[in-house]
C-alpha cells in the first residue's frame, strides 16, 4: 500500500486531478506514485488489466482511479480522460507516458509494428491531448507534459519508429506550447536518456545502478507542476550522471 510521506518536502496537490497514461508501470507507475504522495487524485491508464490491478492495488482506495484504454485509439483515450473528469470533477495535468517500442531494422519491420508504435507513441498524445484541452481550459489551466526520449533528437540503427515517434513527439509538444501558452496551459517534454525499466532498446531494458530510475522522472514531472506560474521549462533532457563507458 503506498501512503503519503510525512516529510514530502514540495506543496500538497491536494486539489489537483491527474492523468497519467501508461500507469501501470514502470515511468508511469512511478508518476503516479509521486502525485499520489502530493494529495492528488490519478487516472491511470493501461492496456492490460492484470497490470492496471495490480497497480491500482498499491495505492489507498479513492486516490487511483485504473482505466483500461489503447490511447492510440481516439473514443478510448477521450473514455480515460472523460473518466478523470467523471469520478474526480475535472482535470488539472495530463502526463502523457503511454509508449511502446519495436527495434529492428526497418526492411525487418513489419507495417502493422511501425503503425503499432506511432499510433502508441504520437496519435496517443493527439488523442489524450485534444480530448484533455477543453476541460483544462474550463478549469482555468493546466499541465500537458509529455515523456518522449532523447532517442527523439539522437537517432540510432534499429530505432527508426521509436526514433521518429519521439521525435515527432517533441515538434508535437513546441507546436501545442504555442497554441495554448495563453489559455495558462503549459507544455513540456522530458527526454529521458536510459532509464532502468522493463523496457526494450538499446541501453533500455533492465535495472542497473547507473541508470535513470523512473523515480527520477516523476521528480521531475512533480517539479514541474509546482513550478512558477511566470516561467515555463519547455523542454528537459535527462542523462545518467556516470553513464557506462
Not at 490519478?42 to 492490460?48: A, M, N
Not at 473528469?85 to 529492428?104: K, R, S, T
Request: glycine share 12%.
Amino acid at each position: 500500500m503506498i501512503t503519503p510521506s510525512p516529510t514530502a518536502p514540495l506543496p500538497r496537490l491536494s486539489s489537483t486531478v491527474a492523468v497519467v497514461t501508461g500507469g501501470s508501470r514502470g515511468i508511469g507507475l512511478a508518476i503516479a506514485a509521486a502525485f499520489v504522495e502530493r494529495g492528488a487524485r490519478v487516472v491511470i491508464t493501461g492496456r492490460e488489466q492484470r497490470h492496471l490491478d495490480e497497480a491500482a492495488g498499491r495505492f489507498s482506495v479513492g486516490t487511483v482511479l485504473a482505466v483500461r484504454a489503447d490511447v492510440g485509439k481516439p473514443d478510448e483515450a477521450g473514455r480515460a480522460i472523460a473518466a478523470a473528469v467523471e469520478h474526480f470533477g475535472g482535470l488539472d495535468v495530463l502526463v502523457n507516458n503511454a509508449g511502446v517500442g519495436h527495434f529492428a531494422p526497418v526492411d525487418e519491420m513489419s507495417a502493422a509494428a511501425w503503425q503499432n508504435v506511432i499510433d502508441t507513441n504520437l496519435s496517443g498524445v493527439f488523442h489524450c491531448s485534444a480530448a484533455a484541452l477543453p476541460h483544462l481550459k474550463r478549469r482555468g489551466g493546466g499541465w500537458v507534459i509529455n515523456i518522449s526520449s532523447l532517442a527523439g533528437k539522437n537517432p540510432f540503427k534499429g530505432g527508426a519508429a521509436y526514433c521518429a515517434s519521439k521525435a515527432g513527439l517533441n515538434a508535437f509538444s513546441e507546436a501545442l506550447m504555442q497554441e495554448v501558452r495563453y489559455d495558462n496551459i503549459r507544455v513540456s517534454y522530458i527526454m529521458p536518456g536510459s532509464v532502468a525499466t522493463e523496457f526494450g532498446g538499446p541501453g533500455g531494458m533492465g535495472a542497473a545502478d547507473w541508470k535513470i530510475a523512473p523515480e527520477d522522472v516523476a521528480a521531475l514531472v512533480l517539479e514541474l507542476v509546482t513550478f512558477p506560474s511566470r516561467s515555463l521549462p519547455s523542454c528537459i533532457e535527462l542523462r545518467p550522471s556516470r553513464p557506462k563507458k
